[in-house]
């Protein structure tokens, strides 16, 4: 996540520009920490909580939430083209990690693509890709 978030702001990142952001743990009992920074949420973080990254910008956004009723997560991508969003979902895939407790649970990701630049939607921008 901390190479992801590297690529994301850091120099000539989709996000080094002032941006929305959002980054929250959930614990078991309902209780949510909110956080003005990735890298305190990153430090935080552990597989028993759920978690919650955003970015959102003018033409790209990403979400990541990882879920504590189920395992697995859902990461939303928008860019203005494919290749942005293969090159983040590469970036993910590599760097994951099974949990190193409890039984492994097979997670698949989820890849929703639109151009946020037309006004028209074409039918192929919505359907998801594997």
Known sequence: ??????????PGGLFNEPHY?????IERDGSEWNFDNSETLLTDYRPSLGAYYERSGHFFAITIINYLEHPGSKVTVTAPNKNTIETIFDIIERHFEPPTTGTPVQRGWKLYCRNPVSERAKEEDHQPVA
């Open 1 to 10: 996540m901390k190479k992801l978030d590297h690529y994301l702001i850091g």
């Open 21 to 25: 952001s959002n980054f929250a743990l």
